[in-house]
């Protein structure tokens, strides 16, 4: 019953902020590096956020850093994107993933994934 649901996606304008959240089931999260993941209609999927077991080490694509922050509270199994001065391109489905590796950009890396929650950013 491995289960990562998404939640907090919607409808915002550019220079907003949405905060994603990422509730774990069915294991243990604080064994697992977890990693933020979009894909946008027409675009391969890639890399936004990672974060070790601890919460103590995270990496960010380049295009997103000084604006997203990735955070976890393993004792709530919970993971967080927050998304500030969100632009046009940032629209696309969020996805959230564990990995029994390390905070890593690779998806096939990554074991579990969650449905994905839609982010769609207006100008």
């Known amino acids: 019953q491995v289960q990562l649901v998404e939640s907090g996606g919607g409808l915002v304008q550019a220079g907003g902020s949405l905060r994603l959240s990422c509730a774990a089931s069915?294991?243990?999260?604080?064994?697992?590096?977890m990693g933020w993941f979009r894909q946008a209609p027409g675009k391969e999927r890639e890399f936004v956020a990672t974060i070790s077991r601890r919460g103590d080490n995270s990496y960010y694509a380049e295009f997103v850093k000084g604006r997203f922050t990735i955070s976890r509270h393993n004792v709530k199994s919970t993971v967080y994107l927050q998304m500030n001065s969100l632009k046009p391109e940032d629209t696309a489905v969020y996805y959230c993933?564990?990995?029994?590796?390390?905070?890593?950009?690779?998806?096939?890396?990554?074991?579990?994934w969650g449905q994905g929650t839609q982010v769609t950013v207006s100008s």
């Open positions: 069915g294991f243990t999260i604080s064994n697992y590096a």
């Open positions: 993933a564990a990995s029994n590796t390390y905070p890593t950009i690779v998806t096939k890396m990554y074991d579990y």
